[in-house]
């Protein structure tokens, strides 16, 4: 059955067509009353709905994009097939913890082993350092290391696949531990890993970490660079470890940054995604009076005419910063908020652009309070990346396989209301909220509160 549909503009006459193809399929199955698994981007599989309910929700949140295989739905289970049919990212598989599509990796590359050296050689075969070549040495010698004696699939490998298959069918690391340890259990011989940790531990060397950097308790400064070896804030005098006198050191509050570079350059690295990243200018056809992608909106137009430069060469990425604050602990804490920090890539194609497993998050703010008018405060090192990004940064281009200068710029800020006064500084209450206003205000206070005249 053709699933091209699944990508298509949601309402559009090609993707309701689609819809009702997928309905009569699953009607073939269940019966007419029966409840099934909802496959729309909101609920993901995860809860059951009447029939009606589900084809409500695909309409309107869309089709889940990673969803090609319909196994929750009466299609039989066909892991070859899978394995052509998606793609996967490697982050999403080597840092689980981190985000999802850093690398774009087609599924086809976890199920062959030559393919997973082809893919070593793509991530450090543009790289010129002894670090970095020294990386690639350790990489090749653990993918050259069989399972067990005469085995044609090596250590690797078999890691890679199954942190591919946690990641992809959303396996809880404790039932993903006690898989190993059967495993481990049953097939002495093998060189299998008998934990999730140790299993990340195979593939750490791909990279795409993260930094900790901690922070002072009230928001003053953060100790990196000339304030790294600082044991108290250089401000407020505040000391940045919880219990000095114990043995191990804990740290007050710790910001946590994911590099953004490296995650933009592995897209580059690989021919699928960097056909991706030139879509908008080498396969989009422009519809007047039409807005299919970002390239139509006249930020992005405007953002041409004045950087001329950035806009010869359609590899340069145009990306947006979006953030919420948001509590980790669902109902059992009202008190803590956390603010992570995506990035959004917005060179890539409609159907790509916001899929979730794009968005690259690049911090993660600690609690328990929301950091207000410090956001600045956190968003240094994401700051220092964009004006890296915003001069050049070397990377190697997959397809003319060449280094080329990659470039990027932010165009969008995404955030609510209340978030506008975190991101920009600007206030956001009492008689200066309006935006249209601006310095000629047209409120007036009355009893209790500040009205707006004329709006």
Request: glycine share 6%; net charge negative.
């Amino acid at each position: 059955m053709d699933r091209s549909w699944m990508k298509a503009r949601k309402f559009s006459e090609e993707y309701i067509n689609g819809v009702k193809e997928f309905m009569n399929f699953v009607r073939e199955t269940y019966a007419k009353d029966a409840q099934i698994l909802c496959p729309c981007r909101k609920c993901l599989n995860g809860k059951q709905e009447p029939q009606g309910n589900v084809e409500d929700h695909i309409l309107i949140y869309g089709m889940s994009s990673t969803y090609d295989s319909w196994i929750h739905h009466g299609e039989p289970l066909n892991v070859e097939a899978d394995a052509d049919a998606h793609h996967v990212d490697g982050a999403t598989d080597i840092v689980v913890d981190v985000a999802e599509k850093d690398v774009r990796l087609e599924e086809e590359d976890l199920y062959e082993d030559d393919r997973i050296l082809d893919m070593i050689q793509d991530l450090y075969g543009s790289e010129d350092t002894g670090r970095q070549q020294s990386k690639l040495a350790k990489v090749i010698e653990e993918e050259k290391c069989s399972l067990y004696e005469g085995s044609e699939t090596s250590r690797f490998s078999f890691v890679v696949k199954l942190l591919h298959i946690k990641s992809f069918y959303r396996i809880s690391s404790a039932a993903f531990n006690a898989i190993l340890a059967l495993l481990a259990k049953s097939f002495p011989k093998c060189s299998i890993p008998k934990s999730y940790d140790e299993a990340l531990k195979f593939i750490r060397a791909l990279g795409l970490g993260y930094d900790s950097i901690h922070v002072c308790p009230n928001n003053c400064v953060l100790f990196r660079k000339q304030y790294a070896n600082h044991d108290e804030c250089p401000v407020c005098g505040a000391s940045r470890w919880k219990d000095s006198d114990g043995k191990k050191q804990i740290s007050m509050k710790v910001l946590r940054h994911f590099p953004l570079i490296p995650r933009l350059q592995r897209m580059y690295c690989l021919k699928k995604s960097l056909e991706e990243v030139q879509w908008h200018n080498l396969k989009k056809k422009p519809v007047e009076n039409e807005i299919s992608h970002p390239v139509d909106g006249e930020a992005w137009k405007d953002f041409d005419k004045k950087h001329r430069d950035f806009a010869e060469d359609a590899r340069n990425q145009r990306i947006g910063i979006g953030t919420d604050g948001f509590n980790p602990f669902g109902k059992m804490s009202a008190s803590y908020s956390m603010w992570p920090v995506f990035v959004m890539p917005y060179n890539l194609p409609p159907w790509a652009c916001m899929d979730q497993c794009n968005l690259m998050m690049a911090l993660l703010i600690p609690g328990p309070n929301s950091p207000g008018k410090d956001f600045d405060l956190f968003l240094e090192p994401l700051v220092e990346e964009l004006l890296e990004l915003w001069k050049g940064v070397n990377t190697y281009d997959a397809l003319s396989e060449k280094k080329i200068n990659l470039r990027a710029a932010v165009l969008w800020c995404i955030h609510d209301y209340p978030g506008l006064s975190t991101l920009s500084g600007r206030v956001m209450s009492g008689y200066y909220v309006c935006l249209h206003c601006d310095k000629d205000p047209c409120s007036q206070r009355i009893r209790n509160k500040i009205c707006y005249i004329g709006h």
